[in-house]
């Protein structure tokens, strides 16, 4: 089997007269934490949204695992093995913490979303199993109290975490995560850092947008830097955080900095 789960060449998308990606690629292997990173309006959720099929590319070449994968909706993609999460929380606020957990783990059964909602024989047979292994998806990203609870009346931090059980409950190939820190306090982030350690050590490979620089650099194996839709940078941490075009690009007249 291949080390690489995502390969992405060539993406680039534009938005009437703006280019918002220039060819555009990533390579991550099984294990790693991508970082994507960059000022504002530089194309990260523009490219996330590409790769997890809720924009359509202008072009790109997409594989995971070694396999074509066509970005062209959410649930395709979905299927194909990316989980992903986002910037601004959608979770089904009046259902409880377990019931989303639950949803996100019928892509992957038998009767699948419609024998949920139909209550077929066979979804009856599932769902206690479904249920177990929600339960421990909520243990896992330690909100397990919780799981009788509307995800409405969750805290800010627990719902981001909410959201990562549900993506995990797909058992995805890549987990990409949309700004998994926004609106965190230190200690939330905390938390979030070693949880995002712990699903990478239990082999999951991650993909993420985050403008917490500083979360990044300690998170991630790798890192590619966007400015203006072009990839100005690719590497380590540690050797991007040197590289003279991000430094200007991030201090740069014109940008806002995180
Ligand atoms: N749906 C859209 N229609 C038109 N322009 C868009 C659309 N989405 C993004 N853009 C533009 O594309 C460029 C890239 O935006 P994008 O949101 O991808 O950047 P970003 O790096 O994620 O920024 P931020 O850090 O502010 O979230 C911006 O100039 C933005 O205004």
């Given at each position: 089997?291949?080390?690489?789960?995502?390969?992405?060449?060539?993406?680039?998308?534009?938005?009437?007269?703006?280019?918002?990606?220039?060819?555009?690629?990533?390579?991550?292997?099984?294990?790693?934490?991508?970082?994507?990173?960059?000022?504002?309006?530089?194309?990260?959720?523009?490219?996330?949204?590409?790769?997890?099929?809720?924009?359509?590319?202008?072009?790109?070449?997409?594989?995971?695992?070694?396999?074509?994968?066509?970005?062209?909706?959410?649930?395709?993609?979905?299927?194909?093995?990316?989980?992903?999460?986002?910037?601004?929380?959608?979770l089904f606020a009046d259902m409880t913490a377990l019931e989303n957990v639950m949803v996100g783990r019928h892509i992957r059964t038998r009767s699948g979303l419609i024998g949920a909602v139909l209550r077929t024989p066979g979804f009856k047979h599932e769902e206690a199993a479904i249920a177990k292994r929600a339960q421990e998806l909520l243990d896992y990203v330690g909100i397990g109290k919780y799981a009788e609870f509307k995800a409405r009346t969750l805290s800010y931090g627990d719902q981001r975490r909410l959201e990562?059980?549900?993506?995990?409950?797909?058992?995805?190939?890549?987990?990409?995560?949309?700004?998994?820190?926004?609106?965190?306090?230190?200690?939330?982030?905390?938390?979030?850092?070693?949880?995002?350690?712990?699903?990478?050590?239990?082999?999951?490979?991650?993909?993420?947008?985050?403008?917490?620089?500083?979360?990044?650099?300690?998170?991630?194996?790798?890192?590619?830097?966007?400015?203006?839709?072009?990839?100005?940078?690719?590497?380590?941490?540690?050797?991007?955080?040197?590289?003279?075009?991000?430094?200007?690009?991030?201090?740069?007249?014109?940008?806002?900095?995180?």
């Amino acid at each position: 089997m291949t080390n690489t789960v995502l390969r992405v060449a060539n993406v680039s998308k534009r938005f009437g007269g703006l280019q918002a990606l220039s060819d555009v690629g990533i390579t991550i292997d099984r294990g790693q934490v991508y970082g994507l990173i960059g000022p504002n309006g530089a194309g990260k959720t523009t490219f996330f949204n590409v790769i997890t099929g809720l924009y359509t590319p202008d072009s790109g070449v997409f594989e995971l695992e070694g396999k074509a994968y066509k970005p062209s909706a959410v649930h395709e993609v979905a299927k194909a093995g990316i989980a992903r999460t986002f910037q601004n929380i959608r979770l089904f606020a009046d259902m409880t913490a377990l019931e989303n957990v639950m949803v996100g783990r019928h892509i992957r059964t038998r009767s699948g979303l419609i024998g949920a909602v139909l209550r077929t024989p066979g979804f009856k047979h599932e769902e206690a199993a479904i249920a177990k292994r929600a339960q421990e998806l909520l243990d896992y990203v330690g909100i397990g109290k919780y799981a009788e609870f509307k995800a409405r009346t969750l805290s800010y931090g627990d719902q981001r975490r909410l959201e990562i059980a549900r993506a995990l409950a797909t058992e995805p190939k890549l987990i990409a995560l949309d700004e998994p820190a926004a609106g965190m306090n230190a200690t939330e982030k905390v938390v979030l850092r070693e949880l995002i350690d712990r699903i990478r050590k239990d082999g999951r490979t991650i993909l993420l947008i985050e403008h917490d620089v500083k979360l990044v650099m300690g998170l991630c194996d790798r890192v590619t830097v966007l400015d203006y839709g072009k990839q100005i940078a690719e590497g380590a941490p540690a050797d991007v955080q040197r590289n003279e075009k991000v430094i200007e690009a991030y201090l740069g007249a014109g940008h806002k900095t995180h």
